[in-house]
T-cell receptor, first 113, second 115 residues
């Protein structure tokens, strides 16, 4: 069965610093990969996704992620953190297009001034 | 695209009561998913439909849970004889099977509190 591991349940950075949120997946074949953000008492908003093609994916709000098949990773980065980036971030995989997403446990990002 | 709509936003119920939640997906999306999210955890898959057919159910979906999508449009999730452990956020998502099937859109969720 597929699974997703997000390393670090809580990441703290200073405003303007690099953001790095880690995600590793287990799968026998490259799945579809997603990053979602969730603000308190809200639903999930898609940041970016990888399906096929270019392994460096750019998303909204300056985030990007790189699919590394050899490392089974899909880490999320942002060069310069903003206070508004403070939220919960979830990595997810889908074995095939349209099948149910499998989520990691999430990483809470805190940004200090 | 009006998004995925979930009602109610919040529900407080007494233990042992039955509750029903509704999800209205994006109109052209033929797949609909239900997830449960407890505090500090990622969403856990419960079940999903393609049109009116329920294609997959998680082992998390106990006998007290039932989901329907009778006309392939909106869906309902019913929990019978609620327990305190059922307190969670229930999320609905929809997608379009096929070329656009990698776009999953989530609703804002229904927060259930069982007292």
């Amino acid at each position: 069965a597929q699974s997703v591991t997000q390393l670090g349940s809580h990441v703290s950075v200073s405003e303007g610093a690099l953001v790095l949120l880690r995600c590793n997946y287990s799968s026998s074949v490259p799945p579809y990969l997603f990053w979602y953000v969730q603000y308190p008492n809200q639903g999930l908003q898609l940041l970016l996704k990888y399906t096929t093609g270019a392994t460096l994916v750019k998303g909204i709000n300056g985030f990007e992620a790189e699919f590394k098949k050899s490392e089974t990773s899909f880490h999320l980065t942002k060069p310069s953190a903003h206070m508004s980036d403070a939220a919960e971030y979830f990595c997810a995989v889908a074995p095939r297009a349209g099948t149910a997403l499998i989520f990691g446990k999430g990483t809470t990002l805190s940004v200090s001034s | 695209d009006t998004g995925v709509s979930q009602n109610p936003r919040h529900k407080i119920t007494k233990r042992g009561q039955n509750v029903t939640f509704r999800c209205d997906p994006i109109s052209e999306h033929n797949r609909l998913y239900w997830y449960r999210q407890t505090l500090g955890q990622g969403p856990e898959f419960l079940t999903y439909f393609q049109n009116e057919a329920q294609l997959e159910k998680s082992r998390l979906l106990s006998d007290r849970f039932s989901a329907e999508r009778p006309k392939g449009s909106f869906s309902t999730l019913e929990i019978q004889r609620t327990e305190q452990g059922d307190s969670a956020m229930y999320l609905c998502a929809s997608s379009l099977a096929g070329g656009g099937g990698t776009r999953y859109t989530f609703g804002s969720g229904t927060r259930l509190t069982v007292v």
